[in-house]
């Protein structure tokens, strides 16, 4: 399994990412606000279809170096989401509102591997543009990194210098 996304549709991009943990944890970083924003961002996930989820990003929190000035405008930026499904510990789906109204929606497939290891499925879809795109590749790449060095125990790799690599090789990808 490779750890890269992989764009499976005109608008769409897929992740299937292993994590050293149980699906009970994984479940928890993915939708317990404090545990959530170690690896990705803060905000409550209300926990039911219809509710409220909120995405408090500080990218300043995964990063010992301040964002490349691409990103310094939305280094911190809040923003809220409609929960698509709720279906603990198996499936979580929600809209992602973006700028120009339109919003995408993310869909994600949690399961057990029966070695103490969880499967994380990701569909990402309703991505208009190239550039959104390899931002979100490099963006959900970088974060799921991160997720997978503290489920392992391991010291997290710095946020910004991961993404930036990240978006010059989806860029090349999706020349």
Sequence with gaps: MSDYGRQTGPDQLEFRRRFAADIETVWAFLTDPAKRETW???GVTEPRAGGRIVFDFDHRKLSERPPPDKYAHDAVTCFEGEVLVYAPPHKLAF???????EGSRVEITLT????GETELHLVH???GTREYRIGASAGWHAHFDLLADIAAGREPRDFWDRHMALEDEYG???A
């Design 40 to 42: 990705f961002c803060g």
């Design 95 to 101: 809209s992602w509102p973006e700028a120009d109204g």
């Design 112 to 115: 057990e591997t029966g070695r």
């Design 125 to 127: 879809s309703g991505l």
């Design 172 to 174: 090349e990808r999706d």
